[in-house]
């Protein structure tokens, strides 16, 4: 009986011993394709002492430079940014970010309000897979299913990714267990490259422009959480001239409106591009949807003067702690630049984003 409890339960083990090699094997890596997949593991290795907390999509992570509102203010900052994250992704992170740290002030990018429902699985995953396990976690999935996905496929990404096997490359193997290399500088995925547009565009009219309720019950959960927890929400609109991302006057006013009636910040920085120094023709890399460094670095040392001014924040600039983990990550910073500037010099363009070797 011993014997056969004890063969039983080898096997077991070895089963689920395969199972998880399977599993770590088969994950995508986003180590040459969707890059930016891996932004959200990237917080769990950072330092959680931030000031301020940035949550959104890439109107986040590819605009707002820590290492510019360190260097100009002391302010030590976190985006916790990934591709097209929808207002309950940003939410649950927010929540799941205070198991953590507390923030002075968490931003929220206000351009996923557009979307009132799931947009894709690829999108969910880029937000959803990075993600430590907690209830957070738990409820963002359930919050963003599309009718196709299911839960369990969350749990035990194995289901979902067991076709794989004729997508693998020599990354699936090498990186099954161990870390990729680190892509972001605390959230910001930089580019230094210059694609230009030299007139303003718009999107196309729409028949309706009321936001979906959906994105206010989760602006309204934001708000509270904040409050409950004694930090600031502060509302933002990045700076871009796409008409895809196109901001609307209508939704403008809408959001405008939620921030008067519950005394937030919201500041839409498209309002002030001129003030912010801010030149589509040589500060965006894919003709006017992304800032690239020069703009991002314009639109953060403009943001940062406001921080200061309305949040009263410390200038941790010679204070020991922050001087030792900033000194590395502008050092990191300046690295993943010269690799830019390098590449540029050598093709005559960058094809994407580079991290640390």
Request: glycine fraction near 6%; include cysteine; proline fraction near 3%.
């Amino acid at each position: 009986m011993i014997k056969r409890i004890l063969k039983i339960t080898a096997f077991v083990l070895v089963l689920v011993l395969v199972l998880f090699t399977l599993q770590r094997i088969l994950m995508p890596k986003y180590v040459t394709e969707a890059v930016d997949g891996r932004l959200i593991a990237e917080y769990y290795d950072s330092a959680k002492n931030h000031d301020v907390v940035f949550v959104g999509d890439c109107e986040v992570y590819e605009n707002i430079s820590p290492v510019k509102l360190w260097e100009d203010y002391g302010i030590a900052s976190y985006v916790r940014g990934s591709p097209q994250q929808l207002i309950w992704h940003s939410y649950y992170l927010m929540e799941e970010t205070l198991r953590y740290e507390t923030p002075k002030a968490f931003v929220f990018n206000v351009l996923s309000m557009k979307y009132g429902e799931p947009q894709s699985e690829a999108y969910n995953r880029l937000a959803l897979d990075g993600m430590k396990w907690s209830q957070s976690k738990a409820a963002s999935i359930q919050a963003s299913m599309t009718e196709e996905e299911d839960f369990i496929s969350y749990v035990f990404p194995l289901l979902r990714f067991h076709s794989r096997w004729s997508e693998l490359k020599a990354e699936d193997f090498e990186y099954a267990f161990k870390e990729v290399p680190q892509l972001s500088i605390n959230g910001y995925l930089m580019r230094i490259d210059v694609d230009g547009v030299d007139e303003l565009r718009r999107g196309q009219e729409l028949g309706d422009y009321t936001l979906a309720d959906v994105c206010w019950e989760y602006l309204d959960k934001m708000r509270v959480l904040c409050e409950e927890n004694g930090v600031e929400l502060i509302l933002m609109k990045a700076p871009t001239n796409t008409p895809q991302w196109y901001w609307y006057d209508q939704w403008d006013d809408q959001v405008k409106a939620y921030a008067e009636q519950y005394g937030l910040r919201y500041y839409n920085f498209l309002k002030v591009t001129d003030e912010i120094g801010i030149d589509y023709n040589t500060d965006t890399y894919d003709q006017g949807g992304h800032l690239n460094l020069s703009g991002a670095e314009k639109l953060s040392a403009y943001f940062g003067q406001i921080l200061v001014d309305e949040l009263a924040l410390t200038d941790h600039r010679g204070e020991a702690e922050y001087e030792a983990i900033w000194t590395v990550l502008t050092e990191q910073y300046n690295q993943i630049k010269k690799t830019q500037e390098k590449l540029l010099e050598e093709n005559g363009k960058l094809t994407g984003f580079t991290g640390l070797e």
